[in-house]
């Protein structure tokens, strides 16, 4: 099975052949991203692990930009940025479930009790990159105020 890196090159080219260029764009932003990591880490390569937290990170920014763009009523960053979204889901995992998520939770108080950035740490390393944050954090802000 080809690393995630390797999927990446390999639809950055086909794209590329395609002339798809919103996909082109998007992918070079990723390979860049994955690029500045590795030079960062000190690395050649980096691990599926690591390239899935570049993803997720680039992700929260589409997302933020989204959020700003409905705001400023810009449906041309609108289009764009939902388009690039799309593209990285593609190579994120599968979200947890909000119930997988307040099972986890409930793991965490039973382990580290009700401190909420203790919570936070365990769920989010346990969760391994397939939970947002934000998500999370209402989630166990929400438990705290029901204990």
């Given amino acids: 099975m080809p690393t995630l890196i390797?999927?990446?090159?390999?639809?950055?080219?086909?794209?590329?052949?395609a002339g798809e260029r919103v996909r082109i764009d998007t992918l070079r932003l990723i390979k860049a991203g994955i690029q500045r990591v590795a030079i960062e880490k000190r690395k050649e390569l980096?691990?599926?692990a690591e390239v899935i937290q570049v993803l997720v990170q680039q992700?929260?920014?589409r997302r933020e930009t989204l959020e700003s763009a409905k705001q400023s009523n810009r449906e041309d960053?609108?289009?764009?940025?939902?388009?690039e979204l799309a593209i990285l889901n593609t190579y994120l995992p599968q979200q947890m479930s909000e119930q997988a998520l307040k099972q986890l939770i409930e793991e965490a108080v039973g382990a580290v009790g009700t401190?909420?950035?203790?919570?936070m740490k365990y769920v989010m390393a346990k969760a391994g990159g397939i939970a947002d944050g934000k998500t999370v954090s209402q989630l166990v802000a929400a438990r705290l105020k029901g204990a």
Wanted: negative net charge.
């Fill in 59 to 61: 992700a929260k920014q």
């Fill in 6 to 17: 390797e999927r990446i090159e390999a639809d950055y080219k086909t794209a590329f052949k």
């Fill in 46 to 48: 980096l691990d599926d």
């Fill in 115 to 119: 401190n909420q950035g203790q919570i």
């Fill in 77 to 83: 960053v609108l289009t764009q940025t939902t388009q």
